[in-house]
């Protein structure tokens, strides 16, 4: 059964801190791996990794995936306030797409 | 650019009543993914729909039913409700086309809040 475990489950630090989430996955037929933050509404889109080693980078977010250790992370740097939320990580299901999500990290950015 | 629609946004029901959610995709987008997200934990998949289709099915109770019409908007059904229904209900939708990963990134409604009391 495909699995996906997050960690750390919770994770608190100061505003200007960097930040690195992590996210391990058991899936067959691996297709893509997927990064969403969710405040306290609808899980919001980040990343979606396919390749190994090629990092995506949006602002102060970048994620990179290692298909051969079947992990990936999510570096946050320059932390602020505003990226206080849960991180969730998710891959496809093979054939069917439905998301196989993590547990979620929940990230709390202290001023 | 125009989102995910659901409504309503919030229902409050007691128990043993009925409950109808529905979501809207994007346009353009014709598979639908109904999720149930419990008080802090993950979204657990519930069923999707391809082409107003079932597609695909998960741990939806059998008292839940649902369906995609050709406008493509889905709806979710929820009958007998129990306590533990209570949940966020998400909507997502993938653009058209096969399986891979050009689909695989879906586009979250804001929710349903169900409160059964």
């Known amino acids: 059964e495909d699995k996906v475990v997050q960690s750390p489950l919770s994770l608190v630090v100061h505003e200007g801190d960097t930040v690195t989430l992590n996210c391990s996955y058991e899936?067959?037929?691996?297709?893509?791996l997927l990064w969403y933050k969710q405040e306290k509404k609808a899980p919001t889109f980040l990343f979606m990794l396919?390749?190994?080693?090629i990092e995506k980078k949006s602002g102060r977010l970048s994620s990179i995936l290692d298909k051969k250790e079947l992990f990936s992370i999510l570096n946050i740097t320059a932390t602020q306030t505003g990226d206080s939320a849960v991180y969730l990580c998710a891959v496809p299901h093979q054939g069917a797409q439905k998301l196989v999500f993590g547990q979620g990290t929940r990230l709390t950015i202290n001023p | 650019a125009a989102g995910v629609i659901q409504s309503p946004r919030h229902l409050i029901k007691e128990k043993r009543e009925t409950a109808t959610l529905k979501c809207y995709p994007i346009p353009r987008h014709d598979t639908v993914y109904w999720y149930q997200q419990g008080p802090g934990q993950d979204p657990q998949f519930l069923i999707s729909f391809y082409e107003k289709m079932q597609s695909d099915k998960g741990s939806i109770p059998d008292r839940f039913s649902a369906q995609q019409f050709s406008d493509y908007h889905s709806e979710l059904n929820m009958s007998s409700l129990e306590l533990g229904d209570s949940a966020l209900y998400f909507c997502?939708?993938?653009?058209?086309?096969?399986?891979?990963?050009?689909?695989?990134?879906?586009?979250f409604g804001p929710g349903t809040r169900l409160t059964v009391l």
């Open positions: 396919t390749s190994s080693g």
């Open positions: 899936v067959t037929n691996f297709r893509s």
């Open positions: 997502a939708s993938t653009p058209r086309g096969l399986a891979g990963p050009s689909t695989d990134t879906q586009y």
